[in-house]
T-cell receptor, first 110, second 111 residues
Framework: SQTIHQWPATLVQPVGSPLSLECTVEGTSNPNLYWYRQAAGRGLQLLFYSVGIGQISSEVPQNLSASRPQDRQFILSSKKLLLSDSGFYLC?????????FGSGTQLSVL | AQSVTQLGSHVSVSEGALVLLRCNYSSSVPPYLFWYVQYPNQGLQLLLKYTSAATLVKGINGFEAEFKKSETSFHLTKPSAHMSDAAEYFCAVSGRDKLSFGAGTTVTVRA
């Protein structure tokens, strides 16, 4: 069966520090992968998605970037975090016509 | 482009009462529609999905939704609310390679 792993679960970072969130999927090959962010009271915002290795589509211009170095690995990064980067980050993969989500990372930038 | 609008950011119901969450969609092609539920500090879990088969879709935990093309709606209902239904609910519509989500509706259940 397919599983998705996302870590860390919580993260507290100072403003200006770098960020790396990792997501891996098991049990499937060549999945479409996604990074979403939830800010308080603002629903889900699609940040990036990828349909294959090295293929990244950015939905919203911002302080973040994404990379897909391997088929089932998706990384969200920032060189310098801003206060506005705080939120709940969710990784997901798509299969059978639906999205399957990881358990999320709560990022607090202080 | 596809989009959904959820009417009402907060819904409060009594335990045992009907739960009704409203979602309207906009799509240039026949849509695939979804309802997801999110419990605090967790990822999203699929409740149900509509993929152009039966217009009344039954999901997990006693929820169901009806696709109404004439009203461009996909409202979610549950006949009798349980305390465990307290969560945030998201409607979504599929586009090319991605889903677009509504802003979410938070459901609280009163004892």
């Amino acid at each position: 069966s397919q599983t998705i792993h996302q870590w860390p679960a919580t993260l507290v970072q100072p403003v200006g520090s770098p960020l790396s969130l990792e997501c891996t999927v098991e049990g499937t090959s060549n999945p479409n992968l996604y990074w979403y962010r939830q800010a308080a009271g603002r629903g889900l915002q699609l940040l990036f998605y990828s349909v294959g290795i090295g293929q990244i589509s950015s939905e919203v211009p911002q302080n973040l970037s994404a990379s897909r170095p391997q088929d089932r690995q998706f990384i969200l990064s920032s060189k310098k975090l801003l206060l506005s980067d705080s939120g709940f980050y969710l990784c997901a993969w798509s299969g059978q016509g639906e999205l399957f989500f990881g358990s999320g990372t709560q990022l607090s930038v202080l | 482009a596809q989009s959904v609008t959820q009417l009402g950011s907060h819904v409060s119901v009594s335990e045992g009462a009907l739960v009704l969450l409203r979602c309207n969609y906009s799509s240039s092609v026949p849509p695939y529609l979804f309802w997801y539920v999110q419990y605090p500090n967790q990822g999203l879990q699929l409740l149900l999905k509509y993929t152009s088969a039966a217009t009344l879709v039954k999901g997990i935990n006693g929820f169901e939704a009806e696709f109404k093309k004439s009203e461009t709606s996909f409202h979610l209902t549950k006949p009798s609310a349980h305390m465990s239904d307290a969560a945030e609910y998201f409607c979504a519509v599929s586009g090319r390679d991605k889903l677009s989500f509504g802003a979410g509706t938070t459901v609280t259940v009163r004892a």
